[in-house]
């Protein structure tokens, strides 16, 4: 999956749903700067694993539903493709919503979003 993202365009990667690491390795490893790739979790746990594994990474404490608060905190106003591991198609509507607009509003027309 990371091989799909072309670490050539301009800004970060953000992976949603990160656990505890293998597609964040997997982006490193395709080429991705580390400080380019921000791995966002919902469990502290699992961020602390991913920060002390993969040194380098932007690792975020979060919840998927609040992303559009994160990223204006994180000044991420335009971005790079978006990644998303977490399976939000379990979510309620809204929930799914609230994840995805701000994904679609700093992709631009021709940003990716892999799933």
């Given at each position: 999956?990371?091989?799909?993202?072309?670490?050539?365009?301009?800004?970060?990667?953000?992976?949603?749903?990160?656990?505890?690491?293998?597609?964040?390795?997997?982006?490193?490893?395709?080429?991705?700067?580390?400080?380019?790739?921000?791995?966002?979790?919902?469990?502290?746990?699992?961020?602390?694993?991913?920060?002390?594994?993969?040194?380098?990474?932007?690792?975020?404490?979060?919840?998927?539903?609040?992303?559009?608060?994160?990223?204006?905190?994180?000044?991420m106003i335009g971005c790079q493709p978006w990644c998303r591991a977490?399976?939000?198609?379990?979510?309620?509507?809204?929930?799914?919503?609230?994840?995805?607009?701000?994904?679609?509003?700093?992709?631009?027309?021709?940003?990716?979003?892999?799933?």
């Open positions: 999956m990371a091989r799909l993202v072309d670490p050539a365009r301009s800004g970060p990667v953000l992976e949603l749903g990160a656990g505890t690491g293998s597609i964040t390795r997997g982006f490193a490893a395709a080429g991705w700067p580390l400080e380019r790739i921000i791995a966002y979790e919902r469990e502290s746990r699992l961020v602390d694993i991913l920060r002390r594994e993969i040194r380098g990474i932007r690792a975020v404490v979060g919840d998927a539903t609040d992303l559009e608060r994160q990223l204006h905190w994180l000044g977490c399976r939000f198609k379990w979510f309620p509507r809204e929930a799914q919503c609230a994840v995805l607009r701000p994904c679609f509003a700093r992709l631009g027309s021709d940003g990716p979003f892999y799933n």
